[in-house]
């Protein structure tokens, strides 16, 4: 098993576990794909909810620019209600898990197809 399917695997298990969701494996291996080398960088891997700055990078680079979303409130919205579906006190919560669970927020699975 590759490094990238053993994150893949820990990333079902993430969104399992913690999320309650039950992943689509492929559109998982795709999102985690996207995010390239960041998901073997422990620090770049993994998103630090509490930063505002940090949030904002997500909704400027993922939401606006991969996915193609209009700015507005509910981006933020959106990915504050991903971070408390997560868990704020879960203080690794992987880019990857992220960026899924906002494209399946936003039914954006095509950007993957």
Do not use: Q
């Amino acid at each position: 098993m590759s490094k990238r399917d053993e994150l893949i695997a820990k990333y079902a298990e993430e969104l399992s576990g913690k999320c309650n969701m039950t992943p689509d494996m492929a559109l998982l291996t795709k999102v985690t794909i996207g995010c390239g080398p960041a998901i073997y960088n422990d620090d770049a891997s993994t998103v630090a909810g509490s930063d505002p700055a940090e949030l904002e990078t997500i909704k400027k680079n993922f939401l606006i620019k991969k996915l193609g979303l209009d700015d507005s409130p509910r981006l933020m919205e959106a990915i504050n209600a991903v971070i408390d579906t997560y868990g704020r006190s879960n203080r690794s919560k992987y880019r990857a898990v992220v960026y899924y669970m906002l494209v399946k927020h936003f039914g954006k699975e095509a950007a993957y197809a």
